[in-house]
């Protein structure tokens, strides 16, 4: 009799486990949401399964849904409303104090904090860091600029100055591309020259006190000459990435500077004229500058507004992680921030990286830029292109152009 009743409570006791299973089985759905650019979510969705096939066992599955949002319009939609945004996102790093002051950015801690220490570079740590704590996890370390040129029309000497560039495509009827109205890609010729840029946080990291600016100095009125010089040239082509791939796939595009991102498609455009290397120099008043660049990374965040917190992180360190960073190289060309991929033959031995870290030598690092910077100089590069502006009111310009960039963001 006793062990027919030990029978069965064994017997009620499993099929309350069992029930219990299911009943987890049920609620527990892991959704989560993930902002990235159109163009990587076929290797990004291959990430997210490989991330589903480590983690979902019997006590969990995962909705995890994809949507297109450019690291460089991260902020822009987070700021729309926070609560709503994605749960995991990439973004470019200049966004990440304005990410931290609006709320968008959880701190990252214990395990997953030490795993990036211990995997990336020490530059694309300080680039994920605001005041005392860190807020995201890198994955790209070439968000920079260099040359692009087609073989066929331009010799590996002439690609060295934007003067003999423009002479090489006007001999070629084709065109030298470059974003003149792009702010990221106006501030190699005042790097150039000299100019100067800095911006002082309080000590949480996220909002401005100061802005040092000398782009309307002796050496910015260099710069703006030479910005005047090339849109005035009858080779020079204004347009960003979609025009740049376009001209090289029918051949009206000799040179244009752009970044990794476009690797593949110019490769595949230019097939065996492929290359690359670092931006030109330009002469200004008889004196040669070499054009110098923005150098940024690429970073993930997560919202701590998620439903799912602790799995975001999980998800966010999943989809930077060694393998996957290998991953985004391998099918995307994308410069890694892990040592031990950044490391490997195959990344020293690409054209577009190599380009990118010969560039290096001369880049600025865009640490925490606010949107005056932005606004201000996309408002003067666009002045350029228009023809709006000449020598007569160049220093008026830099002028107006400054004093918007030193007014404090509110």
Not at 190 to 195: E, K, L, V
Not at 226 to 246: H, I, P, R, T, V
Not at 381 to 387: D, F, P, S
Request: aromatic share 10%; with cysteine.
């Amino acid at each position: 009799m006793k062990k027919t009743i030990l029978l069965m409570f064994y017997v009620l006791a499993l099929l309350s486990i069992t029930s219990c299973k299911k009943c987890n089985n049920k609620n527990s759905v892991i959704k989560l949401s993930v902002w990235g650019a159109v163009e990587h979510h076929s290797t990004l969705n291959k990430m997210i399964k490989s991330f589903k096939e480590e983690y979902e066992n019997d006590n969990v599955r995962f909705e995890i849904s994809v949507e297109a949002v450019s690291e460089a319009d991260a902020f822009q939609q987070m700021q729309k409303d926070v609560t709503n945004g994605a749960d995991v996102y990439a973004f470019v790093h200049d966004q990440l104090a304005n990410l931290v002051r609006i709320g968008g950015l959880a701190a990252i801690g214990g395990d997953n904090l030490t795993k990036i220490k211990n995997d990336n570079s020490e530059q694309s740590l300080f680039a994920c860091k605001a005041g005392e704590y860190y807020y995201a996890y890198p994955f790209a370390a070439d968000n920079g600029y260099f040359l692009y040129y087609d073989k066929s029309k331009i010799s590996s000497e002439e690609a060295k100055s934007l003067e003999s560039i423009l002479l090489a495509c006007e001999k070629s009827n084709s065109k030298f591309l470059y974003d003149l109205d792009n702010s990221w890609y106006d501030a190699s010729f005042f790097f150039a020259t000299g100019c100067t840029y800095e911006v002082e946080y309080d000590e949480k990291g996220t909002t401005e006190v100061s802005v040092k600016c000398d782009f309307n100095n002796s050496n910015g009125i260099l710069a703006g000459k030479a910005m005047l010089k090339l849109a005035n040239n009858k080779s020079f082509l204004n347009g960003g990435d979609d025009e740049l791939k376009a001209g090289f796939s029918d051949g009206s595009i000799a040179a244009g500077v752009s970044g990794t991102w476009n690797a593949l498609p110019i490769k595949n455009a230019l097939k065996d004229n492929y290359a690359a290397t670092k931006l030109p120099t330009f002469t200004i008043e008889n004196k040669e500058y070499q054009m110098s660049s923005f150098a940024g990374y690429k970073l993930m965040g997560v919202n701590p507004h998620s439903k799912n917190l602790v799995w975001a992180h999980k998800l966010a360190s999943w989809l930077t992680n060694e393998q996957n960073q290998r991953l985004r190289f391998n099918e995307l060309e994308i410069g890694p921030t892990n040592k031990k991929v950044a490391e490997s033959e195959e990344v020293k031995a690409n054209i577009a990286l190599a380009a990118l870290t010969e560039q290096s030598k001369y880049a600025v690092t865009q640490k925490f830029v606010p949107t005056n910077y932005w606004n201000a100089v996309e408002a003067f590069g666009a002045g350029v292109c228009k023809h709006e502006i000449d020598e007569n009111n160049l220093q008026e310009k830099l002028n107006q152009m400054v004093d918007l960039i030193k007014s404090i963001s509110k």
